[in-house]
């Protein structure tokens, strides 16, 4: 049984802060990974991938993966209330187009 | 702008209604996908399509049934609509291959069975 685990939160920050957040995942064979941003009552928006260990930036988002510790991170920059939403990690297994989600986590950023 | 269409954001429809959920991707997409997302769930998959005319089961296929007649257009049929059935169902679609570009999710369909 693949499992991908979030702090479901809600995660408080103030603006202007760096909001961390975090996903763990149970298999070791596991090769792509994605953060979705979801807002309340709204679909989840695909807003970084990440395949091989290390950081990647996009603007004021950077992903982090330890495959050897099995984590994914989404580090974001000088948090915005308009960054406020849920953030779904998913991950795919190789050979596999269909990821596993987590349950998201809520980010609070507040003024 | 590439999308992902479903045809209603809000339906209500009464139990035992066969209910037609329409989703259409202008991406040229090989594969799409039926989720339902509820509360504390998170997203579940229903049923996934890779080709015209195929479909696989997802998760929790039971109580739906699927029909991919063209490659852009993908229905979630509620064959007998049942209350717990209500969710927000959500299509997604993403290009063939080993998942490395992930979903685009249409908007999501908010659907009440009374």
């Known amino acids: 049984q693949k499992e991908v685990e979030q702090n479901s939160g809600p995660l408080s920050v103030p603006e202007g802060a760096i909001a961390s957040l975090n996903c763990t995942y149970s298999?070791?064979?596991?090769?792509?990974f994605f953060w979705y941003r979801q807002y309340s009552g709204k679909s989840p928006e695909l807003i970084m991938f990440?395949?091989?260990?290390g950081d990647k930036e996009d603007g004021r988002f950077t992903a982090q993966l330890n495959k050897a510790s099995q984590y994914v991170s989404l580090l974001i920059r000088d948090s915005q209330p308009s960054d406020s939403a849920t953030y779904l990690c998913a991950v795919t297994t190789g050979g596999s187009y269909i990821p596993t989600f987590g349950r998201g986590t809520s980010l609070i950023v507040h003024p | 702008d590439v999308k992902v269409t479903q045809s209603s954001r809000y339906l209500v429809k009464r139990t035992g209604e066969k209910v037609f959920l329409e989703c259409v991707q202008d991406m040229d997409h090989e594969n799409m996908f039926w989720y339902r997302q509820d509360p504390g769930l998170g997203l579940r998959l229903i049923y996934f399509s890779y080709d015209v005319k195929m479909k696989e089961k997802g998760d929790i296929p039971e109580g739906y049934s699927v029909s991919r007649e063209k490659k852009e257009r993908f229905s979630l049929i509620l064959e007998s609509a049942s209350t717990n059935q209500t969710s927000m169902y959500l299509c997604?679609?993403?290009?063939?291959?080993?998942?490395?570009?992930?979903?685009?999710f249409g908007s999501g369909t908010r659907l009440t069975v009374v």
């Open positions: 990440i395949y091989s260990n």
């Open positions: 997604a679609s993403s290009v063939t291959g080993t998942g490395l570009y992930g979903y685009t």
């Open positions: 298999d070791r064979g596991s090769q792509s």
